[in-house]
């Protein structure tokens, strides 16, 4: 059974929640999502779990960094499990881990191992460690403030050049951008997320197609795409580049078959990102 947005704010609609759980009486509420730019209401959710005594599971996957450093609500206190990959914003290596209450840990590890897992990769598991201390440095928080100015930065931007942002903005590093909004190119073309991710990929702006709340396109065609910023600010983008950045988003998006265009955007955004070295 599934929850999702009001059609109206975008945003999870708990009371649709508490109402299909009412109706269903779940044995586990399930939490998360890879694409939604608000933030969580977790004390809501607990309460709706409890009322129909059902367990709460988060996975916070796409938000664990700013959750560590405390600039999302955390979900922690509110739930029975919260599972999370430790790269994303939490920026260490690709891998995941499970956070449960003390009466669920013996279940939950014989389900892993030797359930489903094994192998130990004892380098990533050494590489989880440095990255969670870099989290618990001061450096990281001063970081994902910077992620979060960003994204308000590129999101308001694009509001500026014309684009639609899904649920009018974003709480945390991402946003959807609704690009039904643009109808169709001078040439006629049907302006899709799978048209503008490709045309972006062209201009050297890495994203991806993305469904929007009741998408009308299917999965591989889109109404949309999903930015991001924790990886360019982690190259050292601040507010200046951004602006920059949604500004060639919006003209490759509103003309995304001119290759002219196109190759000129790929020159710029190459000029720029000359002056912001990968970090070593």
């Known amino acids: 059974v599934h929850y999702g947005v009001s059609p109206d704010t975008e945003r999870i609609d708990y009371d649709e929640v508490e109402r299909l759980a009412l109706e269903n009486k779940p044995k586990l509420i399930v939490a998360g999502a890879s ?3 608000r933030f969580w209401d977790f004390a809501r ?3 709706i779990a409890d009322s129909v005594g059902a367990r709460l599971m988060m996975d916070m996957a796409h938000i664990a960094g700013l959750v560590a450093a405390k600039l999302h609500p955390d979900p922690v206190p509110y739930c029975d499990v919260v599972t999370t990959t430790t790269h994303k914003t939490l920026r260490g290596p690709r891998g995941g881990l499970i956070l449960c209450r003390a009466e669920l840990a013996k279940e939950i590890d014989r389900a892993v191992f030797p359930g489903t897992q094994g ?3 004892m380098h990533i598991i050494a590489a989880k460690a440095v990255g969670f201390g870099e989290a618990m440095k001061p ?3 001063a970081y ?3 992620v979060l100015d960003n994204a308000q930065v590129l999101a308001s931007t694009l509001q500026a050049e014309g684009l639609r942002i899904v649920s009018g903005g974003t709480d945390n590093h991402l946003m959807l951008v609704d690009l039904s909004v643009l109808g169709s190119d001078r040439h006629g073309n049907e302006i899709t997320g799978k048209l503008v991710e490709k045309a972006l990929d062209h201009s050297a ?9 009741f998408d009308t396109k299917p999965a591989l065609t889109t109404s949309g795409i999903r930015l991001g910023t924790p990886a360019a600010t982690t190259r050292g983008l ?3 580049e951004f602006e920059q950045v949604a500004r060639w988003i919006a003209a490759v998006a509103k003309d995304p078959t001119n290759d002219e265009l196109k190759s000129a955007v790929q020159g710029q955004v190459m000029a720029m990102m000359s002056s912001f070295a990968v970090p070593a």
């Open 35 to 37: 694409a939604y730019p």
């Open 45 to 47: 959710l607990r309460a």
């Open 119 to 121: 192998g130990p990769l």
């Open 139 to 141: 450096g990281f928080v």
């Open 144 to 146: 994902q403030q910077r």
């Open 205 to 213: 702006i890495h994203c991806n197609k993305n469904m929007i709340p």
């Open 238 to 240: 601040g507010a200046a």
